[in-house]
Antibody, heavy 116, light 111 residues
């Protein structure tokens, strides 16, 4: 059974940093693209970033470019999202998402709150 | 970016009746494999989105009361014989190209 378990969320001040992690199991992690999607109260579901299987190709939403970095460790079956220069608008539940399997899978999410 | 437009945004339904949600994309979602890169999700209160329909397939465990139809840029999710457990927000999502984009969500409530 595919499992995606996010961690690392919390309260951070504007301008601060946070690193999210997603532990994956139940599938061959290294061959699939992985995504981060967030859900904000005001804007609904927003795709944040994706990374290919070997980590050599990454893509970002315009609103996080230059601030967030996606990475993966295929030896540990983990996906990370390093978030820097956080803004109030980054407050959201962040989900680790796998779309390439049938069916696709989402984690339970981790809440990030950016506030002073 | 591919824009996804859902309607209606609010859907009150009497139990036992059917309901339909429309999702239109700003360009065709037909992929190189001949399927549509279109997903339907249901998010129940306090939960992460759960997949209902993906790439034209009903997900395992999803009741056959749920059906997806359409192709290209015009899609419909139909729920026949709505039950109380179907309450939540329904989203369509396209994965044809990045950025992956979502519809605004349709909130289904029981009358």
């Amino acid at each position: 059974e595919v499992q995606l378990v996010e961690s690392g969320g919390g309260l951070v001040q504007p301008g601060g940093s946070l690193r999210l992690s997603c532990a994956a199991s139940g599938f061959t992690f290294s061959i699939y693209f992985m995504h981060w999607v967030r859900q904000t109260p005001g804007k609904g579901l927003e795709w944040v970033s994706r990374i290919n299987g070997d980590g050599s190709d990454t893509t970002y939403a315009e609103f996080v470019k230059g601030r967030f970095t996606i990475s993966r460790d295929n030896a540990k079956n983990t996906l990370d999202l390093q978030m820097n220069s956080l803004k109030a608008g980054d407050t959201a539940v962040y989900y680790c998402v796998l779309l390439g399997t049938r069916p696709p899978a989402w984690g339970q999410g981790t809440l990030v709150t950016v506030s002073s | 970016d591919i824009e996804m437009t859902q309607s209606p945004l609010s859907l009150p339904v009497i139990p036992g009746e059917s309901a339909s949600i429309s999702c239109r994309s700003s360009r065709s979602l037909l992929n190189s494999e001949g399927s549509n890169s279109l997903f339907w999700y249901l998010q129940k209160p306090g939960q992460s989105p759960q997949v209902l329909i993906y790439l034209g397939n009903r997900a395992s465990g999803v009741p056959d009361r749920f059906s997806g139809s359409g192709s290209g840029s015009d899609f419909t999710l139909k729920i026949s014989r709505v039950e109380a457990e179907d309450v939540g927000v329904y989203y369509c999502m396209q994965s044809l190209q990045t950025p992956i984009t979502f519809g605004q969500g349709t909130r289904l409530e029981i009358k």
